[in-house]
């Protein structure tokens, strides 16, 4: 690890393999936390290149655990790569509920919050929820509920490596943007959110290489998903476009209006109001339109317009609560 920090605190650049061959290093345990720190460190000064960020997923593609009978789902994942030091509420993980309560698959991979003071793995024990790797309890929850919890470092040895140092460090790291496309089932189906544009076009040039059906949602103000404060960019397979809130039909949001609070309990009562369709306008937007891109992304033969009915309705009819409650009864 030496010689390799002292190549990238010269400014050199890792290739596929040597980015790959570390990360599976630092699963198996060979490198120490200053190390890893020290490591870590180095992309937060500099931008990490496709080589390094295509090597250090192939490291964790073939780390992860074997849950290939739930692709047969077809499932997908809404998430976003975290970082953009926004302190939202839990947007990603509701619309993931509010798309299986409209009927679809949601595999959704997560994990505790190394930015903000709730991500998915947190609210998910606030309410009970008991994080396991059991292929047929998984199973059982897409079949019943639509939707299975995957907690990350349950199913990768290098995610349960680093978290330690990622909770010390408490920045945004790389593993913010390795964390979307290490999914281990592997998603054919996927809505990822990024703070930049930068990113954006990565992850574009990425997906262009795979069979993935994908949307990369950006807020232009900087959020890494679909906020309402201002104009965002959808990216797919087909087009890129970049929408005002009103023409996609809500009202714009102040970004007070997304807060998720000081403490996790603050985030988990957001949560439940949402779920209760009992929150704010915006707080509420703010997730359908979320979840609608995902529900778009499934069918891409609807227009935005119908896919934001389909969420809307998921959530109002009380469908999005009889699927979380459902969720809880298997998984507390």
Known sequence: ????????????????????????????????ESQ?????????????????????????????ANVDALAAYNPID??????????????STLACFVTAGAGYKVAKHGNYGATSVSGASNVMEQHGVKFTADVSKLEESLDKTNIAY????LFNNALKVVAPVRKALGVRTFFNMLGPVVNPIKPKRTVLGVFNLKMARLYSYMYQQTDVDYSIVHGLDGYDEISLTGDFKIINKFEEKIYTPEQAGFDR?????????????????IFDNVISNA?????????????ATAIQTINPQLSFGVA?????????????????LKFLSLNT
């Not at 020290?38 to 192939?58: H, K, N, P, Q, W």
């Not at 929150?279 to 979840?291: C, G, L, P, R, S």
């Not at 934001?308 to 979380?324: D, M, P, Q, V």
């Open 1 to 32: 690890m030496k010689q390799i920090l002292n190549r990238l605190f010269e400014h050199q650049y890792l290739n596929r393999t040597e980015a790959k061959e570390i990360l599976t290093n630092m699963a198996a345990g060979n490198y120490n």
């Open 36 to 64: 890893i720190a020290a490591f870590i460190s180095v992309f937060l000064m500099r931008s990490i290149s496709v080589d390094e960020f295509l090597g250090f997923s192939d490291a964790l593609l073939d780390l992860r």
């Open 78 to 91: 809404i998430v976003g790569t975290g970082g953009d030091n926004k302190n939202t509420f839990n947007i």
């Open 150 to 153: 995957m907690h990350a470092p």
């Open 253 to 269: 949001c102040l970004e007070m209006e997304l807060d998720g609070g000081n403490t996790p309990e603050d985030a988990s009562k």
């Open 279 to 291: 929150a704010t306008k915006a707080q509420t937007n703010a997730v359908i339109a979320n979840a």
């Open 308 to 324: 934001i009915a389909e969420a809307r309705e998921s959530l109002e009819s009380g469908k999005t609560k009889e699927t979380f």
